[in-house]
Every structure is written in structure tokens, then in C-alpha cells.
């Protein structure tokens, strides 16, 4: 519907969009940077964000940059609240059959990591999202995993993203052993106001708007409401073209928006 009412090439600000047509602001880029150069050294970072802001998409657009022949990815968000479940995940992704004991399954998939480096220079990518929510164990047992050979030699990247308690978190005295293994560290903030304008110019370009599509106290109203978050931008936006295609407008203007923002809980 919107498609014809703005003529669209098609519907804008997708989750789906591809990593090659995201808006690539400083922040983005820079903690882009900095994840890719943990891919390559090896050890932990911790990458952190408020909701909304991009920091899973950062990961996808590394992980789009990882060859298969020097590194592996192991992707965990979720099932993350026993230590025996995240060694059963890491080891079905490395592609091994878990043991049955705990501690027979984390020899395991240790040596399996320690292997994979030592004998073809595979370095694992251990993502963990949703860090925020991990338990102490298991944050503990992240750094263990790292202190194979001695301490002397890292055979994985683990990349530690989550929101912003997890910066807290890791400042309390039981997490120092970690926190000093912590190399690379990045907090990804909200857009600034030029940067969330620009970023919806950026989403109506590629969808090919041959006109004006938010007038100018409706998108400042957006900008506004959203406070720099992508996501809400998205949320926002995305409605109040809707609820103007079915007002049979042509332009979406303030009203349509402060509607939207009544929906959302958000005036």
C-alpha cells in the first residue's frame, strides 16, 4: 500500500535490509572496526549498547566478513542460564556430538577449540548476545575458556554484546580475573540529530523516493521521539506511512505521527 502511495521501489526501513545498504554512521563503523580487529588478535571483547541501537547488526555485518577458512563462528543469544547448555550449543556448532557429563563435554569443546587453531589455524568466534543476561558462572566460565595453555596462548575470539548494565556488571570486584582479559571494548550510543536525519534520508533513498515523504514538522517530531534509537526511527516512521496511506495523503504529516506516537505509548 505504501509502495503506491509514495511510489516506492519497495517498503522502507526493513530489518531485512542487506548489510552492504545500512547507514554506516561513525559509531557503527567504528565498532565495526573493532570487532573485526578481535576476530583477527583473538581474546575478549565487550561490546555494549542501548536497545535498538544497532549493536546485533554490527555483529551481523562482521560476521559477513569472516572467511570460512580462518575462522568459525558460534552464535549464542539465548538457552544461556546453565553452563552445561552452553557448552552442548557451542559443541553442536562446532559441529562435534556433545558428551553426556558436563565436564567431559567442556574438555571437549575446548580441545576441539585449542584444534581447530593449533592444527588449522581456524581461530573460533564465540558471539554471545544478550550478554546483560548472563549469570556470574557462566561469565566466569567465559574467561576460563580463555585460560587454556597456561594463559599463554588464546585459540578464540569471544565477543561479549549486551545493554548497558553489563558495563556495571563487569565492574564488580568477582569479575576483575575478566575484566583484565577484556582487550577490546566499545559503546555503541544513540544517533545525534544530524546523524538520525541523515539516516532517514539514507532509508528513503534506497527505496527511490521521487518526492518528499515526511513533512518537515513530522520528521522533526520522529526524530524527536525516536532520541537517536534506529530501531524507533523505524518503528515510528514506518507507521505513520502506513496511517497515511490509509488517510489517502500523499505527505505524511504531524498528525499522522503524533497518532502514532498515542499507539505506542509514546506521547
Do not use: W
Not at 514538522?217 to 526511527?233: C, F, H, Q, V, Y
Amino acid at each position: 500500500m505504501i509502495q503506491a502511495t509514495f511510489n516506492l521501489s519497495h517498503i522502507p526501513f526493513a530489518k531485512n535490509i542487506s548489510t552492504e545498504q545500512l547507514f554506516r554512521h561513525e559509531q557503527f563503523t567504528e565498532m565495526l572496526r573493532r570487532m573485526t580487529m578481535l576476530f583477527t588478535n583473538r581474546g575478549i571483547g565487550l561490546f555494549t549498547g542501548e536497545v535498538g541501537c544497532g549493536k546485533s547488526t554490527v555483529v551481523r555485518t562482521a560476521l559477513r566478513s569472516v572467511n570460512a577458512q580462518t575462522h568459525r563462528p558460534v552464535y549464542l543469544y539465548r538457552g544461556l542460564d546453565e553452563m552445561g547448555s552452553m557448552y552442548k550449543q557451542i559443541a553442536l556448532q562446532l559441529g562435534i556430538m556433545p558428551m553426556y557429563r558436563k565436564s567431559d563435554m567442556v574438555r571437549q569443546v575446548i580441545a576441539t577449540i585449542a584444534e581447530l587453531y593449533t592444527q588449522q589455524k581456524i581461530i573460533t568466534l564465540l558471539i554471545i548476545d544478550e550478554a546483560h543476561l548472563l549469570k556470574a558462572d557462566i561469565l566466569d566460565e567465559i574467561r576460563l575458556i580463555h585460560n587454556s595453555n597456561y594463559d599463554s596462548t588464546d585459540y578464540l575470539a569471544t565477543v561479549l554484546v549486551g545493554q548497558p548494565p553489563l558495563k556495571k556488571t563487569i565492574t564488580y570486584n568477582k569479575f576483575l580475573p575478566l575484566r583484565q582479559r577484556i582487550s577490546v571494548t566499545y559503546h555503541l550510543n544513540a544517533l545525534s540529530r544530524e546523524d538520525s536525519y541523515h539516516y532517514v534520508k539514507h532509508h528513503l533513498d534506497l527505496v527511490k523516493a521521487p518526492q518528499k515523504v515526511f513533512m518537515d514538522n513530522a520528521l522533526e517530531t520522529i526524530i524527536s521521539a525516536a532520541k537517536g534509537i534506529p530501531r524507533m526511527i523505524n518503528t515510528i516512521a514506518l507507521k505513520a506511512m502506513y496511517l497515511a496511506a490509509e488517510r489517502k495523503m500523499t505527505v505524511v504529516d504531524q498528525e499522522c505521527v503524533i497518532a502514532v506516537l498515542g499507539e505506542l505509548g509514546l506521547k
